[in-house]
């Protein structure tokens, strides 16, 4: 066997290599080191410790929880008399999964912070000599390594003094800790599944989330999480541990990826199903909400494919044919091989028009257009196409007429039939162009999937007349003749296409407020105009398309014009409250004034925050109070973990977010509730 | 091609139904039935052993916390004092060829010697089947069956998840209390505990 030889040949040379390094540095392969915040740490204060692992390449550390294998560190302590050390924080992990066994992991430097408090009442000079007996795992996917280390580090009573370098070292370890929720989360256990339910406001951005239990015997860890997001709730279901039941609390950190964080603790209780599924799992695993979204689109679409027989221009190819048919009468197999053959034709032909059309997108999104119903230029695209639709359909104007029918219907057997039905889908076009349309905005701003069933739909329904005819031989000569009927049908069909309009309208005026709306509107009304005289023009004898220039350009103009932020008041920087950025310095300047200040932090996940916001704090008879007092408003974001915020939240007692202080002149700051009510904050302004 | 597709297809199943459930056992029912080949190339089948208590153990003898657990002699110890009480303890091997801790016969045999391995069979599980099918997670990991073939426990060694010896004398051995509680006629007071060590080294990437 040569793999194992070479592998052996490759260890020793690495051995070789590693050799002189090994003389100098203790040989581990998560290399660490003991650092502190500040070398003269204040008595009576609180210091912060690290300590930094640099685990070498392919290399790996774990977290409290080490999944399915492995060993989670330890730590004992050292300390000075009246010395206390807090429970070691842990960076939010990511995870490895080797040969289906889960891994919660650190593959990058990462660092374990420790609070230590020291006595009171020493005096400055003091020296302290903190130690650290630690003892960790370091894993490849091939072996594990225990290791361990002993640390000391001689600190000197001081000032508490940070320098700038260790202030940016500790800061980037702190943003890497799991933040606390803030709010309660449940877990319910069915059926061998556990759903969790983690309060998050529903316009927090995530990424790629994943729930990592503190808690043993709660989930299985290598099973697939499904992620959905409903409202203001995040629900992760995943397979439970059989002992999940008889859990009193599952602890853990909810990852939102990008190495973002919350930390919480679960306690039972019913958690709601259903949401729309987030994140790479949602195809494959599960498959109920995609599911109906393809089975809506695939309806849809067939009944669209069923009204495009009765179109004009398709109806005659479709009775003329029928007609042969029945002429033909005779053979029923051949009948039947030439229906399936027709519906082959049409079917492929409105799938290749679609994979064509999705392969635009894609190479749209390529070069960075990409469709999205948040944008606003898309909704007043959509909003355009289905106003020129309805127009059409109202018939304001043709879009091209078609005299080939005849030729058509005159193929035989069965590739004839075949062509036939791609032709049928292919020439008819123009006139299918309503419907085809509406697949075709409905397909730049669904998944692949759904897109792709939407031609076939479509195909699929202009298909199936031709084939229950071939099929059911006394349809042939029930069948309607073509005449006046079908003109007042295709009228009466721009009805709901208004009303699309209609409804794009008001979403374009959601998005970007009364006057994008009426933008948009605008852009419809010259679009109206231009259809209009290219009618007028077709009713003559006529071209007349040159004539739509000048007006798609004044379109596009709009397009390009149309506000991209909607414009609520209350949305805008500052609020109701003109509230400004929080900074300790901005604080001391307010109060070296004499003014009272309320400074409240916030985060973007924190539900308990957004609800006190919308209910108690962004409110006029607030604004009011506030004014009347000359209270300044202060507010801190700590959505992506901002250290200064983050350790200005300690010295006050909490932990994280929502905290609510207001300052009188002069006086030490009150600490709100968290649960705030306007009452409350008014009554601080009188 | 379509021949062999369907007696790879047929072989598959056979692997399957081997262990029924295959997935994970459950404490307090009928432990799956498997069949593996022992260091001797000899077929050992767990359902010939009814009538007796049985222990199987994951090893791999290149992981740090299955050598803790050799090194110090308390593994060996076990293995006695189970075999003692006329139990069969049978060692699994359950890494993949190439992967740490892999074994052939003929290197299974030299282990056993070596280590002193007090097993009543060393099995190769070179497909993983059996130990995907017991969910074994670790080395080591442990499971006893009763003399009925019912799963009575099943977990780690002891309750000191460590890699240190030091910890041995502190630590709570899961197995020798639970064969000690059978021997006396009470039922397995700890049935389930996390076990803690290496991943087992499947064949796989992920």
Same mark, same amino acid.
């Given at each position: 066997m040569p793999?194992?030889?070479?592998?052996?040949?490759?260890?020793?040379?690495?051995?070789?290599?590693?050799?002189?390094?090994?003389?100098?540095?203790?040989?581990?392969?998560?290399?660490?080191?003991?650092?502190?915040?500040?070398?003269?740490?204040?008595?009576?204060?609180?210091?912060?410790?690290?300590?930094?692992?640099?685990?070498a390449k392919t290399w790996h550390g774990y977290w409290a929880n080490p999944g399915d294998a492995g060993l989670g560190p330890t730590f004992k302590w050292t300390l000075p008399a009246g010395a206390t050390a807090g429970e070691a924080q842990f960076p939010v992990p990511h995870t490895l999964l080797i040969a289906g066994l889960m891994n919660y992991v650190y593959e990058g430097d990462y660092a374990h912070l420790f609070t230590i408090t020291l006595p009171a009442g020493l005096a400055a000079g003091t020296k302290l000599t903190i130690a650290l007996e630690a003892d960790w795992l370091a894993c490849t996917a091939e072996v594990c390594v225990p290791e361990s280390g002993t640390f000391s580090i001689p600190l000197i009573v001081g000032n508490g003094a940070v320098t700038a370098m260790r202030k940016g070292q500790f800061d980037r370890w702190r943003a890497a800790l799991a933040k606390p929720l803030g709010s309660a989360a449940h877990y319910q256990v069915s059926g061998g599944t556990i759903r969790f339910g983690i309060p998050l406001p529903a316009s927090a951005?995530?990424?790629?989330?994943?729930?990592?239990?503190?808690?043993?015997?709660?989930?299985?860890?290598?099973?697939?999480?499904?992620?959905?997001?409903?409202g203001d709730l995040l629900t992760v279901e995943t397979k439970a541990k059989g002992s999940a039941g008889e859990l009193k609390?599952?602890? &853990?950190?909810?990852?939102?990826?990008?190495?973002?964080?919350?930390?919480?603790?679960?306690?039972?209780?019913?958690?709601?199903?259903?949401?729309?599924?987030?994140?790479?799992?949602?195809?494959?695993?599960?498959?109920?909400?995609?599911?109906?979204?393809?089975?809506?689109?695939?309806?849809?679409?067939?009944?669209?494919?069923?009204?495009?027989?009765?179109?004009?221009?398709?109806?005659?190819?479709?009775s003329l044919k029928a007609l042969s048919l029945a002429k033909a009468g005779g053979d029923e197999r051949t009948v039947r091989r030439e229906a399936l053959a027709y519906t082959a034709g049409v079917v492929l032909v409105c799938v290749a028009l679609g994979v064509a059309l999705l392969a635009l997108r894609a190479g749209g999104s390529a070069v960075g257009w990409a469709f999205q119903l948040q944008d606003p230029r898309v909704i007043l695209i959509l909003l355009l196409l289905t106003s020129a639709i309805a127009f059409n359909l109202s018939g304001l104007f043709e879009l091209g007429t078609l005299s080939f029918g005849n030729r058509l219907a005159a193929h035989k057997g069965t590739s004839g039939a075949f062509w036939t039905g791609a032709l049928a889908a292919f020439i008819a076009t123009p006139c299918t162009g309503p419907f085809m349309g509406a697949a075709l905005g409905a397909a730049l701003v669904l998944p692949t999937a759904a897109a792709i069933t939407i031609f076939a739909g479509l195909g699929l329904g202009l298909a199936l007349p031709f084939l229950l005819l071939g099929f059911v031989p006394a349809l042939r000569r029930r069948l309607p003749k073509p005449g006046a009927w079908m003109d007042s049908f295709r009228r009466i069909l721009s009805i709901p296409m208004f009303l699309t309009a209609l409804g794009l309208a008001w979403i374009l005026g959601r998005q970007s407020g009364v006057n994008g709306m009426t933008l948009g509107l605008m852009a419809a009304?010259?679009?109206?105009?231009?259809?209009?005289?290219?009618?007028?023009?077709?009713?003559?004898? &006529?071209?007349?398309?040159?004539?739509?220039?000048?007006?798609?350009?004044?379109?596009?103009?709009?397009?390009?014009?149309?506000?991209?932020?909607?414009?609520?008041?209350?949305?805008?920087?500052?609020?109701?409250?003109?509230a400004e950025a929080f900074s300790a310095q901005r604080l001391a300047a307010l109060q070296a004034e004499g003014r009272p200040v309320f400074v409240y932090f916030t985060a973007d996940w924190c539900l308990t925050c957004k609800v006190n916001e919308k209910t108690a704090i962004e409110r006029e008879d607030v604004a009011a109070a506030f004014k009347g007092k000359q209270v300044a408003v202060l507010v801190g974001d700590w959505t992506d973990g901002d250290a200064e915020i983050g350790r200005f939240i300690e010295t006050h007692g909490r932990?994280?977010?929502?905290?609510?202080?207001?300052y009188r002149s002069g006086a030490a700051p009150e600490i709100l509730p968290q649960v705030l009510t306007a009452e409350r904050l008014m009554a601080l302004a009188v | 091609m379509t021949r062999r597709f369907w007696m790879t297809g047929a072989a598959v199943c056979a692997a399957a139904l081997a262990v029924p459930g295959?997935?994970?056992?459950?404490?307090?029912?009928?432990?799956?039935?498997?069949?593996?080949?022992?260091?001797? &190339?000899?077929?050992?089948?767990?359902?010939?052993?009814?009538?007796?208590?049985?222990?199987?153990?994951?090893?791999?003898?290149?992981?740090?916390?299955?050598?803790k657990h050799y090194d110090s002699g308390n593994m060996q110890k076990t293995q006695a004092a189970a075999q003692a009480q006329g139990a069969v303890w049978l060692t699994i091997n359950s890494a993949a060829p190439g992967k740490q801790g892999y074994q052939s016969f003929a290197s299974a045999k030299t282990l056993v010697a070596k280590d002193g391995i007090k097993a009543s069979h060393y099995l190769l599980d070179s497909?993983?089947?059996?130990?995907?099918?017991?969910?074994?997670?670790?080395?080591p990991q442990m499971v006893i069956i009763d003399p009925a073939g019912v799963l009575v426990y099943q977990g780690g060694i002891d309750d000191k998840?460590?890699?240190?010896?030091e910890d041995i004398p502190n630590a709570r051995n899961h197995v020798l209390a639970a064969l000690g509680e059978m021997k006396a006629g009470k039922p397995v007071s700890v049935k389930e505990t996390r076990s803690y060590g290496c991943s087992v080294k499947y064949d796989g990437v992920s």
């Open positions: 793999m194992p030889f070479l592998r052996y040949v490759l260890m020793i040379v690495a051995c070789l290599a590693a050799m002189p390094l090994m003389a100098q540095t203790p040989p581990t392969h998560i290399a660490a080191s003991l650092i502190a915040e500040s070398d003269t740490p204040a008595a009576g204060k609180t210091v912060t410790l690290a300590l930094a692992m640099k685990p951005t995530v990424g790629k989330v994943t729930f990592f239990p503190l808690t043993d015997g709660a989930i299985d860890y290598a099973a697939p999480q499904i992620v959905r997001r409903n609390a599952v602890e &853990g950190v909810i990852s939102l990826g990008e190495g973002m964080g919350l930390s919480l603790s679960a306690t039972p209780g019913a958690v709601p199903a259903g949401g729309t599924i987030l994140g790479e799992t949602a195809g494959a695993q599960s498959s109920d909400g995609l599911a109906v979204t393809l089975a809506l689109s695939f309806g849809a679409a067939l009944l669209g494919g069923l009204l495009l027989n009765i179109m004009p221009c398709v109806f005659p190819i479709l009304l010259l679009l109206g105009f231009a259809l209009w005289w290219l009618g007028r023009r077709q009713s003559a004898g &006529g071209r007349g398309w040159i004539a739509l220039i000048p007006a798609l350009a004044a379109i596009a103009a709009i397009i390009v014009a149309i506000p991209r932020t909607p414009a609520m008041a209350q949305e805008t920087a500052g609020g109701m409250l003109a932990s994280g977010v929502p905290l609510y202080l207001y | 295959a997935a994970q056992q459950q404490t307090g029912a009928q432990a799956g039935n498997f069949r593996l080949n022992d260091q001797d &190339g000899k077929v050992v089948e767990l359902g010939k052993f009814r009538g007796k208590t049985v222990v199987l153990e994951w090893h791999n003898p290149e992981c740090p916390f299955v050598r497909k993983g089947v059996v130990g995907r099918g017991y969910a074994a997670k670790t080395t998840a460590s890699s240190k010896k």
